[in-house]
């Protein structure tokens, strides 16, 4: 009888624990969720949308939303003024568009290291590509952008113009390839960029073609591997969207996260191999004093990873800083994942952008042209293409309006006061580069137009680099961007001059307006794909 009594005691002591527990946290998260945000919190003054669903904010109108940026590019123009745009999120989390150019400068450029990227970013991509340049914070990240600055330097791309050149041609050949025996056929064009892409950016980045990348299992490619990461289906997606939410990844039992997990590890494991080879035949020619070309390297070594182990080489003899095998792997799926995506995009939007401006394309044609006659036989140079002025504003255009990275985040690391605007530690902020670029306010009325002749006469905020943020800005600025338009001005050149784009019945269908976005996405994609006439001239 004693024993029991105590039992009940125990029972009773342990269910009043877990009651009150319990009753906290969902006091707790009543607090967080419904009385915070809208009776306590700093910035609930703050200008933005107040039509809010409840419980989940802004999250169902931008889900819904005919692209993934609309209504944000909608609040920056209302708020025009506001340096932050205050919406709620999922749980009602109170997030900041960053708006304004000056808004921009604070945080990319003026407090930089004052901000870090969200731990959910990091498990969304992080856990695949490791702390790379893209998520390293802080003194590692100054370290490793210390150290890869060199790579991205103009003499070093300039040794990859001769592969932008053949991949440009590659691309041109395989949709040669999709035309009839006239010459002429209407091809989905984001499909066509988007199945070369990977190939094309694997040429630049690890000079091998990455289907080459096999394993002595004939079911485990590279590519497969890639794909299943990058393209998953509807459920990995959606594990991969909880994950970022509740770190659940190890502890699910399903076949759909297996994969995904071992594909991930396969694709770390045949870079891996390909870094220890690239640094033995790397080694062997530098110590026999024997160009690349003795050592037959892949690619004959113009790639970045060539480029990055002999960099590695050089700096190793001078007993300085380097990075080991693992962080030019987290390096090369840094940049693998940043070039494939954004490239296929770039190319898809400039065709989209030639074949509904007949003129844009007359124009733009009439100067390659020009250009290809007077270099005719000889190789064209990066610095004489780098020249070409309407060349130059049409990309920058088409990189303006339809630029293909959608989103990021920052969190300040303390309480601080930008623009007037406290912000308290751990904020998520908003940057879409789109704002800016299609800000009415810095832009003008005709900011959602092509207008490539805009770029000879930026005044105002126009002309600061805060307003045109496709590549971010500041410290963080996008490293491969010189890079990024190399390649695009190369492919523009190449597909101009060999075909002409015209609207498909599709597009006609549209009557002007821009096609529906795919949304929710990662990048700016069309939803129905990019059905385009194309003529080979
Ligand atoms: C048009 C194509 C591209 C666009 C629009 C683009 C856009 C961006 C943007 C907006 C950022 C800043 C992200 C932030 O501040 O959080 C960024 C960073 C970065 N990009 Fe790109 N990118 C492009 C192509 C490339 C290419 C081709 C590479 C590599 C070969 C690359 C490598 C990187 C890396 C490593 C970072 C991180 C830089 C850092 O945090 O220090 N990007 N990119």
Redesign the pocket.
């Known amino acids: 009888g004693k024993y029991q009594a105590k039992d009940f005691a125990t029972q009773t002591t342990l269910l009043l624990f877990c009651g009150l527990f319990l009753a906290q946290y969902v006091l707790l998260t009543l607090y967080r969720v419904i009385v915070y945000p809208h009776f306590v919190s700093p910035m609930r003054y703050l200008p933005g949308p107040k039509n809010n669903w409840p419980l989940v904010g802004q999250f169902g109108h931008l889900i819904r939303a005919s692209s993934p940026n609309e209504l944000q590019i909608e609040w920056g123009n209302t708020w025009s003024t506001a340096p932050f745009v205050r919406y709620l999120s999922l749980a009602n989390e109170e997030t900041l568009l960053i708006n304004t150019p000056e808004a921009h400068k604070e945080v ?1 450029q003026t407090h930089c290291y004052a901000f870090q ?1 969200p731990d959910v970013l990091f498990r969304f991509i992080g856990e695949i590509i490791g702390r ?3 998520f390293a914070e802080g003194a590692e ?1 100054k370290r490793q ?1 210390r150290i890869l600055y060199e790579l991205f330097s103009m003499p070093n791309l300039k040794k990859l113009m001769p592969v932008f050149q053949e991949a440009a041609a590659g691309l041109a050949e395989f949709m040669d390839r999709e035309l009839d025996a006239e010459g002429k056929g209407v091809i989905d064009v984001m499909e066509c960029f988007s199945k070369m892409a990977l190939d094309l950016t694997g040429l630049t ?1 690890v000079g091998v073609e990455l289907e080459n990348l096999k394993t002595p299992d004939p079911k485990i490619d590279f590519l497969k591997c890639f794909k299943r990461i990058f393209q998953p289906s509807a459920l990995s997606a959606l594990i991969s969207f909880i994950n970022t939410q509740v770190p659940v990844r190890r502890w699910i039992p399903l076949e759909a996260n297996y994969g995904y997990i071992r594909a991930t590890k396969e694709v770390r494991r045949l870079l891996l191999e390909c870094v220890r080879q690239r640094i033995i035949d790397i080694d062997r020619a530098n110590e026999k004093n024997e160009t690349f070309a003795a050592v037959e390297l892949p690619g004959s070594g113009r790639d ?1 990873l060539t480029i990055m182990v002999q960099e590695r080489w050089r700096v190793n003899k001078m007993a300085g800083d380097v990075l080991n095998e693992e962080d030019i792997v987290n390096q090369l799926l ?2 693998l994942v ?2 494939h995506e ?2 296929a995009g ?1 190319s898809t939007w400039a065709v989209y952008c030639l074949a509904t401006h007949p003129k844009i394309q007359a124009t733009l044609r009439a100067e390659i042209m020009d250009f290809l006659e007077q270099t005719k036989g000889a190789t064209q140079q990066w610095s004489e293409i780098d020249k070409l002025p309407y060349l130059n504003n049409f990309c920058r255009e088409v ?1 303006r309006r339809y ?3 959608l989103a ?1 985040y920052r969190e300040p690391i303390t309480d601080m006061t930008l623009c007037g605007t406290f912000i308290p530690k751990g904020t998520p902020l908003l ?1 879409m ?1 789109a704002v800016a670029n299609l800000s009415r306010a810095t832009w003008g009325a005709d900011a959602e137009d092509v207008v490539p002749e805009r770029w000879d006469r930026l005044t105002g905020d126009a002309a600061t680099p805060y307003a045109f ?4 800005n500041g ?7 010189n ?2 338009m190399m ?2 001005k190369t492919q523009v050149i190449e597909l101009v001059r060999r075909f002409r784009f015209e609207r498909s019945p599709q597009l006609e269908a549209l009557g002007g307006a821009p096609p529906a976005m795919m949304n929710p996405a990662i990048s700016l994609w069309p939803r129905d794909g990019m059905p385009v006439k194309v003529v080979r001239v």
């Open positions: 990319f990227k790379g340049l893209l990240h952008r980045v970045l840094t940049f940043a070039g954004t490239s770039n990189l630029c293909p990275s990021t940057f580069p943020e496709t590549f971010g410290p963080r600025v996008c490293i491969g961007r890079f990024a390649e695009f």
